[in-house]
């Protein structure tokens, strides 16, 4: 069986329930408010990490207030990363439904990891950031790290539901099959820095965004905010500039069958 034939087995016989652009329109527009939430949520979990090794009294001080925001940044990626799943399991079921069985443990296994990522920042947040206590500076890496790991899949996911031609021989291997679903066949690493770099410089914005806020409050230290807001705009900068760059890198490693509309 051909790639063609199988999508057009594994689709749903009564079509979809309105016209598939209105969906494609809702589904970017929630992914672009998700995947803002989730580049706070991987910048500000380094930046906290980060500022807790450090231990000084400037970074000290804004670990404990980014730590802070994580929490609340990592609940909103999840809580609008809902829509934009379910639109593209309306508008592209059949593809996302073989790419999560040709890697079904790690689709099931990325909302332990995520859950695992969300409470280790919790403990984190617990501790206050207090003292520089190494074990609790491991629990913020690495709750960073399986942010990093759940973006990763997610990233794997989206790029096998690209590939449909490369299916059966993932599948296929030798003369047995591969039903184990333990295996992640495709990971492209300019495609995966698009996503995760301008969590960078969405952190350089929260900073410069979280001066500006706490200016006016008699009890802020204004040279303490001054540095933030030159921290955030340091970052900002560079990272912009690095994320420009992985992006038109990107977009000239496009295969030419990317831009065309496939034909099943």
Known sequence: MDAGTMIKTLQDPMGVPFYPILFQLLMVLTFAVHIMFVNFTVGLSFLSAYGFVRGDGYWGSLSRSLVKATTPN???????????????????????????????????????????GYGLTYVFY??????????????????????????????????QLLQPEKWLQWYVQGNGVNASGTSLHAFQLLRFLHFMVPAFAMAGLFLMLY???????????????????????????????????????????LPSGFIRTPRC
Do not use: C
């Not at 890697?103 to 695992?116: D, K, Y």
């Not at 500006?212 to 990272?239: C, E, I, N």
């Open 74 to 116: 990592a609940s909103l990626a999840i809580l609008f990363g809902i829509a934009p799943l379910l639109f593209v399991q309306v508008v592209y079921d059949p593809f996302w439904y073989a790419s999560n069985m040709l890697s079904a443990a790690w689709a099931l296994g990325f909302i332990f990891i995520l859950m695992l």
């Open 126 to 159: 617990l501790k206050g950031g207090k003292g520089r206590d190494g074990g609790f500076a491991a629990v913020a890496f690495l709750s960073f790290a399986l942010f990093l790991l759940a973006g990763a899949i997610m990233h794997i996911l989206q790029y």
């Open 211 to 253: 001066a500006w806020y706490f200016k006016d409050r008699p009890d802020k230290d204004r040279q303490h905010l001054a540095r933030v807001a030159g921290t955030g705009a340091s970052m900002a900068f560079l990272f912009t500039a690095i994320q420009a760059i992985i992006g038109i890198s990107w977009l000239f490693s």
